[in-house]
């Protein structure tokens, strides 16, 4: 069984930073695009951040500069760092995967974990 988890997300304050990691159980992470996406409640699932299977990588635009994405094979692990954090961060961050090339649009995605909350406070 295929399973993608996120971890990392917690209660932080305005201007900190705070890393998100997802790690791959039951496959390996060879070949597939990794990225993360958050949604806050009634609004749409919003791209964040990805990072292909050759490294490159994409960011809303937003928030480059703020959020570096990273990955590790060896450890079937994908990482966000966040920096710089504000109330609007404030989602549930997902881990999602396709096949080689990152993607903005959710469609596009096969697999996704569960999320983190990601909640920064004033």
């Known amino acids: 069984q295929v399973q993608f988890k996120e971890s990392g997300g917690g209660l932080v304050q305005s201007g900190t930073s705070l890393r998100l990691s997802c790690t791959v159980s039951?496959?390996?992470?060879?070949?597939?695009?990794m990225s993360w996406f958050r949604q806050v409640p009634g609004k749409e699932r919003e791209f964040v951040a990805g990072i292909s299977w050759t490294r490159m990588t994409k960011y809303a635009e937003r928030l480059r500069g703020r959020f570096t994405v990273s990955r590790d094979n060896a450890k079937n692990a994908v990482y966000l760092q966040m920096g710089y954090l504000e109330p609007e961060d404030t989602a549930v961050y997902y881990c999602?995967?396709?096949?080689?090339?990152?993607?903005?649009?959710?469609?596009?995605?096969?697999?996704w974990g569960q999320g983190t909350q990601v909640t920064v406070s004033s």
């Open positions: 039951g496959r390996t992470t060879n070949e597939l695009a």
């Open positions: 999602a995967a396709r096949p080689l090339l990152v993607t903005v649009s959710p469609d596009t995605y096969n697999y």
